[in-house]
Structures are given as C-alpha cells and as structure tokens.
C-alpha cells in the first residue's frame, strides 16, 4: 500500500506535515556542525603547530568543506526533487560510483595500510563515502519497482546482486574497509524496513550480514587484532601497542568527569591520543565537555533520527519514505558506531563522527544526506491541497490501481 503521508481519523483526511521534525533536523545539523568547528580547532591545533602551519588551519579546511557541502545539500533539497532518483537519473549516479570505486582500486593513494582515497588534480576524495549514498538510492528504487510490479521476483535478486551486492562486495575486497560495508548494510536494512519487507526476510538478511561480519574478522588478522579493545593493556606491549589509541581514549573520557577539563584543556590533544581530530573526536568532547557534552551530542543524534524518521513516516510515496528513512539510519548509526569505538563498546573502525569529526569527504556526503532527507519533506509539504483530495477519491485510487 503506497504512502501518501496521510492517516485518517474520523472520516476526515489529515495530512501528516513535516515542518516541525524539518525544523529540528536542521538545527541538528547545525548544532553537529557549530559544534565540529570548535571541537576540530581545539583538538587539532597542537597537531596542526607540529606541523608548522597555522593553529587554525584544520578548522578553516572544515570550514570551506562546510560551505561545498552546505551547497550541494540547498541543491539536493531545493532544486532536485527527490522523485529524481527514482527515474534513470540514479543509473548515473550508480555508473558513477561504479567508476570511483575502480578508480581507487587502480590509482587510488594508500593511508594507513588501505587504498581507500582517490586524488583528481588538487582534489583527494574518499570515494566509499559517497557510494554509501548512491548504493542506498539504487536498493530503494529496486524495492520500489518490486513493490509496483515493474519486475518479477527473480529480475529483483538478480538486479540486487549485479548493482548492490558486487559493488558492495568490491568495495570491502579492494578497501578492506568492514565499516564502510557495514553502513552500506544498515542502510539497505533500512530500505527493506521502510519497504516493509516481512520481518522474517529481514532477519535472515541480518543473520547473513552479521555471519559475513564475523567470518571477515576472524579470517584477518589485523581485524581479530582490534578485539584487544576488550582489554587494551593486555597488547603485549603494555598497553603501547595495538591497545595504545584506545587507552588513552579511556583516559580522555575519565579525565573529563561529568563537567570536563573545560574547553580547549585537553591533554590527549597533545599528540597522546591518535586521530583525535578524526576518529576519536567525540574522546575530546567527553575530555573537555565531559559527560554532559558528551550525552548532549547522542541527544542531538536521537532528535536527528526523530526528524528523519518522521519525515520518511510523513513521505508522500514508498520510494521516498525508504529514502528518508535508510539515510537516515545510515547518518545515525554511523554515528552510534564512532561513539561505540571511542567508549570501547565495538573494535576501531576508523569511521568519522558525521558533521563532526576532521573530513571533507565525510562531511559533504553527510550534507547530502540532510539534503535529500529534507527534498522527501518537501515531497510532503509542496504538494497542493486539491492535488491531495484529488489522489483521495475513489475513482483516482481505483484508475490507479
């Protein structure tokens, strides 16, 4: 049954409006990314003096990212229509993901032991953090033909393999990256929920995504290595090992108490606590905001998926509501993985914290997101009253169907 962001009460025909949860996402991303700016300049200014450039310097890169995505974020919301992707428009952006994956597999620049990161000209991109985002709109359009009867059962599987799953697939084989693929997964469990898919399908994908998971960690050993976060000490090196970044993470947050050290007082700031700008920022943010500053951002990420939820609840059709909604589990869990790797709750992962966390690439893909979560609220609020009445009477229903 297709969405049309409305529920009925009394005979009479309410539209769900999506002004107040907009509302609150966007002041999400805003507070998220204010609060980037101040925790960036705090955090990297030390590193930054080391390496003899201005104390400032990783802020106004964070800053000028901001901007580029702050634009494409506008343009996704206010001048492509989400129903966009649901057209031939998405083969493109797929072809082109496609291409930056091959790209970075043959010419792509190795970081920390992973080729993860593309160079075009003066520009260095992570690629991974944009195919996330096509990969998701390609599962929704599928579901959404499925559901329409535009393809057979059969042509869905063999779709979902030959554009989600082998691109998935090269993605983890040639960056070695399970985080990246792990999001990729969540955000295609989100599609099939929001596509309501029966529970029992979803639970066997889940079943093999987590044994997948598990097979992929045990068979490296640089992988089963980051489960001495279980006990970081024990790294045979005393804890100035493979244990050294998460420890001093743990001193981070046990320095900073409820209160915290107070802003820009850190001490793992001071070349202790590896990616600090990056990986483990939200370490700094327990260090110098303490425990409130830290609940304060898993607050904000809460409403974030309040908002996005309830948009994608509100949407006016299926593919918009499995949009919404899958980005938005996808931001959100991102999210909820970073905090987990800097609390020690899962091994490293290496995943930013979104609007947050030192990254352009993480952040521009991060105001995409935003961006086409707020083009489906649109969807619901653009649409005009008598176009809505219109769509409620019988006869419209029934020449539909």
């Known amino acids: 049954m297709a969405r049309q962001g409305k529920h009925q009460s009394g005979g009479e025909i309410a539209v ?31 590193k930054a003096i080391t390496e003899q450039v201005s104390d400032m310097s990783y802020m106004f890169d964070q800053v000028k990212f901001a901007v580029i995505g702050i634009a494409a974020a506008f343009v996704l919301w206010k001048v492509i229509p989400y129903r966009v992707w649901a057209g031939n428009a998405v083969w493109v952006v797929w ?78 084989a040639t960056q070695s990256d399970l985080g990246t693929t792990a999001i990729i997964a969540l955000g295609i469990i989100g599609v099939m929920w929001m596509g309501e898919v029966p529970l029992r399908a979803i639970f066997a994908v ?55 050290v107070g802003l820009g007082n850190s001490r793992e700031k001071y070349l202790y606590l590896p990616e600090s700008e990056t990986d483990f920022i939200f ?63 899962f091994p490293t992962t290496g995943k930013p914290l979104p609007f947050i966390s030192s990254g352009g690439s993480s952040l521009i893909a991060s105001f995409m997101m935003a961006g086409i979560i707020l083009s489906v609220s649109e969807g619901v609020d653009g649409k005009k009253a008598y176009d809505r009445r219109r769509d409620e009477l019988r006869v419209v229903k029934a020449a539909k169907k």
Not at 223 to 248: A, K, V
Not at 292 to 299: C, F, M, N
Not at 302 to 328: C, E, K, P
Request: glycine letters at 10%; proline letters at 2%; hydrophobic letters at 60%.
């Open 283 to 345: 370490a700094i943010i327990g260090e110098e905001l303490g425990l409130v500053g830290a609940l304060a951002v898993i607050i904000v990420f809460l409403v974030f998926l309040w908002s996005g939820m309830r948009i994608a609840r509100a949407a006016y059709d299926d593919f918009g509501a499995m949009v919404a909604g899958s980005l938005t589990i996808m931001l959100v869990f991102q999210a909820f993985l970073n905090i987990g790797c800097a609390i020690g709750v």
């Open 16 to 46: 769900l409006s999506t002004v107040g949860p907009r509302l609150a996402l966007l002041l999400c991303v805003l507070a998220l990314t204010l609060l980037g700016f101040v925790m960036i300049y705090s955090a990297s200014s030390i």
């Open 206 to 260: 889940i079943a093999a995504m987590l044994l997948f998971a598990l097979f992929a960690t045990l068979l490296s050993s640089y992988r089963s290595d980051r489960f001495l976060y279980l006990n970081p000490w024990n790294d045979g090196q005393n804890g100035y090992g493979n244990g050294y970044q998460i420890i001093h993470s743990y001193y981070a947050f046990s320095e900073g108490g409820i209160f915290g």
């Open 95 to 172: 072809g082109i993901a496609v291409i930056l994956l091959l790209l970075t597999a043959a010419v792509g620049l190795a970081e920390n032991g992973a080729q993860r990161w593309l160079s075009l000209g003066p520009i260095s991109l992570q690629p991974s953090e944009f195919v996330k985002i096509a990969l998701v709109l390609v599962a929704a359009r599928l579901f959404s033909d499925l559901r329409a009867h535009a393809i057979d059962a059969r042509a869905f599987v063999v779709e979902m393999v030959v554009f989600i799953v082998i691109p998935t697939g090269f993605l983890f």
